[in-house]
T-cell receptor, first 118, second 109 residues
Framework: GAVVSQHPSWVICKSGTSVKIECRSL??????MFWYRQFPKQSLMLMAT?????????EQGVEKDKFLINHASLTLSTLTVTSAHPEDSSFYIC??????????????FGSGTRLTVV | DAKTTQPPSMDCAEGRAANLPCNHS???????VYWYRQIHSQGPQYIIH???NNETNEMASLIITEDRKSSTLILPHATLRDTAVYYC??????????FGPGTSLSVIP
C-alpha cells in the first residue's frame, strides 16, 4: 500500500532557530500534500495544502511566513518552522493524496514529527 | 468545519465488538464516509470508507443507514491495540481531510 515517510520523527531546537520537516511519498506520486499540527489532547488541525510546483494554500490563522512549505517534486514536500518559539512545540503530521486504482483519492499520513522548542 | 458528531469517549471489553457511532445528517450525495484512527503519538491510519453500501475489510465493518445520515464502525473483536482515537470524516473524493474531535476508544482487559 501507499507509504508516506516523515522525517525526523522528533526534533529539539533552540528558540529562534529554524527547523525543516520532510514528507515523502515512497511508492506513489502525490501532486498534493497536506500539513497538520496537533497539540496535546486535541485533534489534528489542517495548516496548509501544498501542490507540486505552486505556492501552498494556508488555512485561516496560519502564518505563511512562519511556516514555509515547499513542494518541489511529486514525492517531496517540506515544512520549515522559522524562528521557532516554545509555543510552536507541537506534533506535525503530513499527508499525501494519491489516486487509487479505483479512481478515488486516497490519503496516506506520515508518522508525525514531535517538535520541542526550548 | 467537521460535518460529523461522535461521542467523545467509549469503553469496550477486550474480545468484544466495538461499535462506534457517527452522525452526519448533512451529508451530500457525493460525499463518502471515511474512518481513520490515531494511536497515541502516531499519524492517522485509514480504516475503511463507504458511500452508501455497507463495507467490510480485514480491519472493520462499516454500516451506513439507508438515509446515510449516520453510520457505525464495527471492530468485531477488539484488542488492546485498538485503543485509539477514531475519527469519522465525511468528504467528497477530492476534498481535503478535516478532523473533528473523534471518539477516544479504550479497550479494557
Amino acid at each position: 500500500g501507499a507509504v508516506v515517510s516523515q522525517h525526523p520523527s522528533w526534533v529539539i531546537c533552540k528558540s529562534g532557530t529554524s527547523v525543516k520537516i520532510e514528507c515523502r511519498s515512497l511508492d506513489f506520486q502525490a501532486t498534493t500534500m497536506f500539513w497538520y499540527r496537533q497539540f496535546p489532547k486535541q485533534s489534528l488541525m489542517l495548516m496548509a495544502t501544498s501542490n507540486e510546483g505552486s505556492k501552498a494554500t494556508y488555512e485561516q490563522g496560519v502564518e505563511k511566513d512562519k511556516f514555509l512549505i515547499n513542494h518541489a517534486s511529486l514525492t517531496l514536500s517540506t515544512l520549515t518552522v522559522t524562528s521557532a518559539h516554545p509555543e510552536d512545540s507541537s506534533f506535525y503530521i503530513c499527508s499525501a493524496r494519491g489516486e487509487t486504482v479505483e479512481g478515488n483519492y486516497g490519503y496516506t499520513f506520515g508518522s508525525g514529527t514531535r517538535l520541542t522548542v526550548v | 468545519d467537521a460535518k460529523t458528531t461522535q461521542p467523545p469517549s467509549m469503553d469496550c471489553a477486550e474480545g468484544r465488538a466495538a461499535n462506534l457511532p457517527c452522525n452526519h445528517s448533512t451529508i451530500s450525495g457525493n460525499e463518502y464516509v471515511y474512518w481513520y484512527r490515531q494511536i497515541h503519538s502516531q499519524g492517522p491510519q485509514y480504516i475503511i470508507h463507504g458511500l452508501k453500501n455497507n463495507e467490510t475489510n480485514e480491519m472493520a465493518s462499516l454500516i451506513i443507514t439507508e438515509d446515510r445520515k449516520s453510520s457505525t464502525l464495527i471492530l468485531p473483536h477488539a484488542t488492546l491495540r485498538d485503543t485509539a482515537v477514531y475519527y469519522c470524516i465525511v468528504r467528497a473524493s477530492y476534498d481535503k481531510v478535516i478532523f473533528g474531535p473523534g471518539t477516544s476508544l479504550s479497550v479494557i482487559p
